[in-house]
Structures are given as C-alpha cells and as structure tokens.
C-alpha cells in the first residue's frame, strides 16, 4: 500500500525567511502525481503545487517550490519569503496513476513568526 | 470562485444514530469524494463516486457508509449507526477530471461529534 510520511509535526519560521518541509512516499508505481495542500485555521484544504511523476523539472507556484527526487521518493515544499497568510497546516499527498483517491501524509503545522 | 460547500459545520449525534453529511460540490464538477479526519490523524479516503455510481471506496466505507447524489446539485454521506470511533472532520471533495493533476476542491468539512 502507498503511504506519505511527513516527518515534522510542527516547523516555524521568521517572516520573510525560507522554509522547507519534508515528506517522503511509499509505492512501487513509476507513473504517479504528488501534491501539496494548505489548510488554514478555516480549515478549507487548498491545492499550493503540484508534480507529475514523470516530469524531471521541479514544479514552482510564486514563492512555492518542491524538491522532487523520484528514486529517494521525497517531495519537499520550499516556502520562500515567507509570509503570515502562510501559517497554516500543509498536507502532501499521493495519487497512483489511474486511481482517483488521494493518500495523505500526517501534515506539518506552519508557525510564521513576526 | 466557485466553493465546495458543506452542511452543518458541526454536528453531534448519539450512539447509533443516523447522520446525513451534506455536500454541494462546484457545479460542472463530475467526480466527488468524501475524506474523513480522525482528531490528530491523517485525512483517509472513503470513497469516489462518479456518474451516479460508486468508483473507489477504501476498506473504512463499509456498509454503515452510503453515498447518494439525489437532486444533481447535492452530495450526501450517510452513516446509518454511528458509532463513537465515526467521530471525524468528514470532507468533501470535487473534481472535473479524473485523471492527472487535475485538482481535488475541498469543502470547509463538517465535524461529526459521537456520544
């Protein structure tokens, strides 16, 4: 079974500084796409980035970026110039190739720190 | 720009009570999930329902769990006995597409408290 693995419960951060958070993934599939959630304390998921397994260029959205490595299974999300509206909990996620649903890891909870 | 939306935000129920979970996924939206959060777990799917028929349901959607799309605007989660360890953030999810990286919209959620 495919699992997602985010290694930090918790990370803080200074206003305007960079962040990185951490997560790794389980599967024996080659053809796969991660994402990255952002939950803030409204609590409404929302999509930050996305990676198609297949694509070797690290995807970027602004002032998100991620870290994909597909032979050490890890998917990271750098945070730069990190902003207050960034608090919130982050959330990767997996989804085979073919399948609909969406696996989670345990999340990071994000302080930014004025 | 356009919302997945759920009702209650908040509902309690005792033991062995039904509950009916509602959602209104974005409109032109075709498939439609249900995701649940146990209080300091991770969000586990349910199951995927696509053109009026289950797709995918993960080994927790068992027969208590019912999924309906009655009026083609609403979707809805039914636990039919509720049970103490149902007590969870259930969200809903819509989506346009299947495949890819099409992405998943999520609704605020609906915390379902068991006594």
């Known amino acids: 079974a495919q699992t997602v693995t985010q290694s930090q419960p918790e990370m803080s951060v200074q206003e305007a500084e960079t962040v990185t958070l951490s997560c790794t993934y389980d599967t024996s599939e080659s053809d796969y796409y991660l994402f990255w959630y952002k939950q803030p304390p409204s609590r409404q998921m929302i999509l930050v980035i996305r990676q198609e397994a297949y694509k070797q260029q690290n995807a970027t959205e602004n002032r998100f970026s991620v870290n994909f490595q597909k032979a050490a299974k890890s998917f990271s999300l750098k945070i730069s110039d990190s902003q207050l509206g960034d608090a919130a909990m982050y959330f990767c996620a997996y989804r085979p190739q073919g399948a609909q649903k969406l696996v989670f890891g345990q999340g990071t909870r994000l302080t930014i720190n004025p | 720009e356009p919302e997945v939306t759920q009702t209650p935000s908040h509902q309690v129920t005792q033991m062995g009570q039904e509950v009916i979970l509602r959602c209104v996924p974005i409109s032109n939206h075709l498939y439609f999930y249900w995701y649940r959060q146990i209080l300091g777990q991770k969000v586990e799917f349910l199951v995927s329902?696509?053109?009026?028929?289950?797709?995918?349901k993960s080994e927790i959607f068992d027969d208590q769990f019912s999924v309906e799309r009655p009026d083609g605007s609403n979707f809805t989660l039914k636990i039919r006995s509720t049970k103490l360890e149902d007590s969870a953030m259930y969200f809903c999810?819509?989506?346009?597409?299947?495949?890819?990286?099409?992405?998943?919209?999520f609704g605020p959620g609906t915390r379902l408290t068991v006594l």
């Open positions: 999810a819509s989506n346009l597409l299947a495949g890819g990286t099409d992405t998943q919209y």
């Open positions: 329902f696509y053109n009026n028929e289950i797709s995918e």
